[in-house]
């Protein structure tokens, strides 16, 4: 099955820098790459999805760029805000028939500081 | 729109008891996927459901088990409960399209389960 890996676990950054968190996945046959947030005791967000017919994918401040050759995709955040400290998770799916069955990371733990 | 929600918001069990956990997904979703994320871990998907039917299942045991109801809204239940088994369940939606594209998943706010 999928396996995905994420680092690193933790990040910490000051205020206005960026920050870069990458995955790689095993199952080539993956074509769709989302990041969620996750904030203490909340719901995991949807913060930006790439699929694999794109290279790389900007919306304001955050942008993910896919390797499909690697297997790897990254996530980077430019501009760092204090609200962006959080956990992110990547994940990976292979879109075939009903399977939407979603592999998830490990999570990295942001923490942006003033 | 109330999205996804789920019930109950926390719950304390002990060993050997069984658990339902409900799910509601969000309007116009008709699959439903359940995840378990333990503390500082990411979630697991452990199964999905479409037209009442489960399609998809993760490594879990047979002590973890599901239905759809017609409305699409979903339970989890676990039985014979481990400690191992305290976790957040994460209950998620999605509108079910051909071939699976497209088709965003949005989470639930989850149910905190603890096992003494």
């Known amino acids: 099955g999928e396996n995905v890996e994420q680092h690193p676990s933790t990040l910490s950054v000051q205020e206005g820098d960026s920050a870069v968190i990458k995955c790689t996945y095993s199952?080539?046959?993956?074509?769709?790459f989302p990041w969620y947030k996750q904030e203490l005791g909340k719901r995991p967000q949807l913060i930006i999805d790439i699929r694999s017919n794109v290279g790389e994918k900007k919306d304001q401040r955050i942008a993910v760029t896919l390797n499909k050759t690697a297997k790897h995709f990254s996530l980077h955040i430019t501009e760092t805000q204090p609200e962006d400290s959080a956990v992110y998770f990547c994940?990976?799916?292979?879109?075939?028939?009903?399977?939407?069955?979603?592999?998830f990371g490990t999570g990295t733990r942001l923490q942006v500081t003033l | 729109d109330a999205g996804v929600t789920q019930s109950p918001t926390h719950l304390i069990k002990t060993r050997g008891q069984q658990v339902t956990l409900r799910c509601s997904p969000k309007s116009g979703h008709d699959t439903v996927s359940w995840y378990q994320q333990a503390l500082g871990q990411g979630p697991q998907f452990i199964f999905q459901?479409?037209?009442?039917?489960?399609?998809q299942r993760g490594n879990f045991p047979d002590r973890f088990s599901g239905h759809q109801f017609p409305n699409y809204s979903s339970e989890l239940n676990v039985n014979a409960l481990l400690l191992g088994d305290s976790a957040l369940y994460l209950c998620?939606?999605?509108?079910?399209?051909?071939?699976?594209?497209?088709?965003?998943?949005?989470f639930g706010p989850g149910t905190r389960l603890t096992v003494l």
């Open positions: 994940a990976a799916r292979a879109d075939t028939g009903t399977a939407s069955k979603l592999t």
């Open positions: 199952d080539s046959a993956s074509n769709y």
């Open positions: 998620a939606s999605s509108p079910y399209l051909a071939g699976g594209r497209n088709n965003e998943q949005f």
């Open positions: 459901y479409y037209e009442e039917e489960e399609r």
